[in-house]
């Protein structure tokens, strides 16, 4: 297998994780939304609070992590740019 | 000043302007207190902070077509971010969404996951992809990976629909409150709005668009945080609003139970002669409603919301500005972490807002006291004066009952200051952030279309051969005929019936999602596959939604898909139309395949050139 293909086997295998966390926090709790809100978080009803605040939180986070294993991945497969391209 | 180190100079020349904008909010503190009449400073702020914009507007014309385009590409990851989230959070994110909240509760929240959570599909699926293909506008990326002009002109069409839905509504937003900034009638604030927009983007483009836009942010998040943490930590709430309010959520809770939540009959509400679009209180603020369908409406709006976020052209060229694909990256989790600062605090001020009304035993509390002493509210009176809000007696006991205080959403943000009793200062900069939210928005919207036009059909198409200058001329008098159609039918007030905001986003989930991603993530996507796709699901959404919509055939909609989500339709046609057709059809040639496996990996050349 070329480097390329490497690269991008790896690089789909993040985009999979990414969107598996991101289907919890945006879909799957929501499922249960009523089960949710008999526990509290800070004083919110949990189901509340997640849409209110909590996976707006994890978006902004799962995004930055997502960013900076890519670079690694890039780095890793030595596709990082150059300041000229 | 704009010359030269320009970006170097980026966090000095904001900080200055953010400075500038705080003392210029202390002086028309002071002159409050010297007693300037609230109508002027409503004047002032909504004038002072557009001649900003269009300051910075003209100081960035340009006669490149890649500044005008992708604003030289050479925008920094976290001024890109604030950019962006100007351009995203439209007139009805300020002036409604907490709005929306106070009357719908955790229902509607699912807006804020859905209108959140796309830009995970963005940042993974589609931008840094984008950036490296190097286009100037989402079409160009359509038109080159897929070939063929006819392609290209699809994706025009299904940017036009979606980015035009929502375009008349943004300023339709800056009409609403340059009119009642300014005192002008609401026609003649239409105009003012879009000369103002235009002023803004006319001569510079992106780049003219991109430096304004991240001006209109700072204005926008803090006119928006100011009066939230004010309201809490002047009523006792808290001095941290985001993790203080979970009390009054509960006593919000007790307080529903209390005066019970009563759905008003529709014959009831039109004999008390309440005026059109006001809404009492019927929902449960934190309250989850139970059963599977619930669930599924919750999760399907949200779904509509990202996958359509992830597809709208004005939010994707954004990433094209950036000056490499990890800036594009990084670039996105910027813009929703600025994003985030706003989309957090709206149901705060709607829980606010809420507390403030309904508890009784606050001295702002008007729920279950007579009415004829909240006749003597100052607040209420004048809302009420301008058909804003409404009190119908409806069991005839001079007391004041949930069902029985209607008000527009609207009011959320731009009364709650007055009710908690904040100085008139910051009605006035609530005005001026309101007023930046729309027409960043708008100035993001009317550049994709026009962009699009000028770029894609223009010179790809109709002229090839036409000379840089010409295609500036065009692309700035597109910017005005898309701007002047706008106005005109935002200000024949039909808005009623173009329908909602969700329908951009369906519209552009339908047509473009699968077209876009396929054209990265799946070699064997063809031409005929997207452009069948493409049609197929324009066609089948926008059929849908012409079947459910209850002003055109109204019928009963299918697994609750009704025309808030009719994208989840076309988004699915799309997908089995675009995979069946690209099987059939011969497997895309050497060059074009080798043209993906480059988009795919950062280091190299743009596919297109610098200049194109």
């Known amino acids: 297998m070329s480097n390329k293909e490497k690269h991008w086997e ?18 799957l709790i929501f499922m249960f939304g009523s089960d949710l809100n008999t526990s509290s978080f800070m004083g919110y009803p949990l189901a509340y609070y997640m849409c209110a605040q909590g996976s707006i939180i994890a978006f902004v986070v799962l995004i930055f992590w997502f960013a900076n294993r890519q670079e690694k991945i890039d780095e890793e497969f030595g596709f990082t740019e150059k300041e000229d391209d | 000043m704009f010359k030269g180190n320009f970006i170097d100079n980026l966090p000095k020349i904001y900080g200055t302007y953010t400075g500038g904008f705080i003392v210029f909010i202390l002086l028309m503190a002071i002159a409050e207190q010297a007693g300037m009449t609230a109508k002027t400073i409503g004047i002032l702020f909504v004038a002072f902070t557009v001649c900003i914009y269009a300051f910075i507007g003209y100081m960035s014309r340009t006669v490149q077509v890649d500044a005008y385009y992708v604003a030289g590409r050479q925008v ?6 604030m950019a962006t989230a100007a351009d995203w959070m439209s007139g009805a994110s300020f002036v409604a969404m907490a709005g929306g909240i106070y009357f719908g509760g955790y229902t509607y929240m ?37 070939g063929g002009n006819f392609a290209r002109f699809c994706a025009v ?119 059109g679009g006001l809404k009492s209180i019927a929902v449960s603020h934190a309250g989850v409603p139970e059963g599977g369908m619930a669930a599924w409406k919750f999760i399907s709006l949200a779904l509509c919301m990202m996958v359509g976020t992830a597809s709208l052209p004005h939010i994707l060229m954004r990433y094209f500005t950036t000056p490499s694909v990890k800036a594009a990256r990084k670039s996105v989790a910027w813009s929703l972490f600025f994003i985030a600062l706003l989309y957090t605090s709206a149901p705060m001020l709607a829980t606010l807002s809420k507390i403030s009304l309904m508890d009784p035993n606050l001295a702002t509390g008007i729920i279950g006291k007579p009415i004829a002493e909240i006749m003597k509210i100052e607040w209420v009176n004048s809302w009420i004066n301008v058909k804003q809000a409404f009190i119908a007696d409806f069991n005839g006991d001079g007391i004041l009952q949930l069902n029985e205080w209607f008000m527009r959403g609207d009011v959320v943000v731009l009364a709650t200051p007055e009710v908690a009793g904040l100085p008139y200062v910051i009605s006035g ?61 935002a200000s024949m007030r039909i808005t009623s019936i173009l329908g909602a905001v969700a329908w951009a986003f369906d519209f552009a989930m339908s047509g473009l999602f699968f077209p876009l991603i396929l054209g990265v993530w799946w070699k064997r996507a063809t031409r005929q596959g997207a452009i069948a796709g493409m049609i197929a699901g324009l066609g089948s959404g926008t059929a849908y ?68």
């Not at chain 2, 840089?468 to 597109?478: C, D, E, I, P």
Request: aromatic content about 12%; hydrophobic content about 55%.
């Open chain 2, 76 to 81: 920094p990851t976290v001024f890109n971010g």
């Open chain 2, 429 to 489: 900069l609530v005005a001026a952030g309101g007023m930046a939210a729309a027409m960043s928005t708008a100035d993001g919207l009317i550049l994709a279309i026009a962009n699009a036009l000028s770029h894609d059909i223009y010179y790809k198409i109709i002229d090839p051969k036409a000379d840089v200058r010409k295609r500036l001329l065009v692309a700035r008098s597109l910017l005005i005929v898309i701007g002047a159609a706008a106005a005109y039918i």
């Open chain 2, 110 to 146: 699912a807006f804020l996951v859905g209108w959140t959570g796309g830009y995970v599909l963005v940042s993974s699926l589609l931008a840094p992809y984008l950036r490296k293909f190097g286009c100037y506008t989402v079409p160009d990326f359509i038109g080159t990976r897929y």
């Open chain 2, 157 to 275: 069409v299904v940017l036009t629909l979606a980015s035009f839905t929502y375009v008349t509504a943004q300023i339709n937003a800056t009409g609403t409150i340059a009119s009642r900034a300014l005192s002008i009638p609401f026609e003649l604030g239409v105009w003012v709005g879009l000369v103002s927009i235009l002023l803004c983007s006319m001569l510079g483009g992106m780049r003219a668009v991109t430096w304004t836009q991240v001006a209109q942010y700072i204005v926008l998040i803090i006119a928006y945080l100011i009066p939230v943490f004010w309201i809490s930590n002047k009523s006792g709430f808290g001095f941290f609003p985001h993790f203080m309010l979970g009390e009054e959520v509960a006593r919000l809770g007790a307080l529903e139970s209390q005066f019970g939540l009563v759905k008003n009959a529709a014959a009831d509400i039109k004999a008390a002669g309440v005026p």
């Open chain 2, 545 to 612: 939604l012409i079947y459910v919509y209850p002003k055109f055939m109204g019928n009963a909609p299918w697994l609750g898909i009704d025309h808030l989500r009719f994208g989840i339709i076309g988004a699915s046609v799309c997908l089995v139309v675009m995979v069946i057709v690209s099987l059939m059809t011969e497997e895309p040639d050497k060059a074009t395949q080798q043209m993906v496996d480059e988009v795919r990996i950062p280091s190299g050349k743009t596919i297109l050139g610098k200049q194109h």
């Open chain 1, 10 to 27: 790896k690089t789909r295998g993040l985009m999979i994780v990414t969107l598996l966390i991101w289907f919890v926090f945006g879909y």
